[in-house]
């Protein structure tokens, strides 16, 4: 019973910012490692950015010095601040909650950069 909810996606030029949340509820008794992971057209799923439990942060190499994710504990909260965008960046971010070995994910949010 975790329900975890993309937001923030849309579309933007290159070179642009932007910003998803994803607000986790249900049954979350404590931080949980999370992620982002993304699916552009004719890809597999890729984690993108993730944070453990201690707040340590890892990145993909295609966006590391570019994304950011943090956590707010107190709304359950994940955000990827996304800088310096480009197309390749153009597919669907899922957030991701782990608790022990099961994964939660999210319905994913539309990310489109235009070139």
């Known amino acids: 019973q975790v329900q975890l909810v993309e937001s923030g996606g849309g579309l933007v030029q290159a070179g642009r910012s932007l910003r998803l949340s994803c607000a986790a509820s249900?049954?979350?008794?404590?931080?949980?490692?999370m992620g982002w992971y993304r699916q552009a057209p004719g890809k597999q799923r890729e984690l993108v950015a993730a944070i453990t439990r201690d707040g340590s942060t890892s990145y993909a190499d295609s966006v590391k010095g570019r994304f950011t994710i943090s956590r707010d504990g107190a709304k359950n909260t994940v955000y990827l601040q996304m800088n310096s965008l480009n197309a390749e960046d153009t597919a669907v971010y899922y957030c991701?909650?782990?608790?022990?070995?099961?994964?939660?994910w999210g319905q994913g949010t539309q990310v489109t950069v235009a070139s």
């Open positions: 991701q909650l782990r608790i022990y070995a099961n994964d939660y």
């Open positions: 249900g049954s979350i008794f404590s931080i949980r490692p």
